[in-house]
């Protein structure tokens, strides 16, 4: 029988002395805060997908624009 991700997690984790169960504990912690933290901004990326699709600037042969930006500068 399979075990879940989740029962794997607990058993190996109730094998750990306590003083490493904290580690996780901590780093579990860690992971939500970074994850929960970068949430809003990558929504606000994806909340702009596709806005230059039409854009004529972006839409031109690559080799053109590149040539084009190095004329420029």
């Known amino acids: 029988m399979l075990m879940t991700t989740g029962e794997q997690l607990r058993r190996d984790f109730e094998q750990l ?3 490493k169960q904290e580690e996780v504990l901590d ?3 860690w992971l939500t ?4 933290s970068n949430a809003p901004e990558r ?3 994806m909340s702009h997908a596709g806005r230059l699709e039409g ?3 972006l839409n031109d042969d690559p080799v053109r624009m590149q040539q084009a930006l190095r ?3």
């Open 43 to 45: 929504a606000s990326i």
């Open 55 to 57: 854009s004529p600037n």
């Open 17 to 19: 002395p306590p003083e």
């Open 27 to 29: 780093f579990v912690a």
């Open 71 to 73: 004329d420029h500068w």
């Open 33 to 36: 805060n970074r994850y929960r």
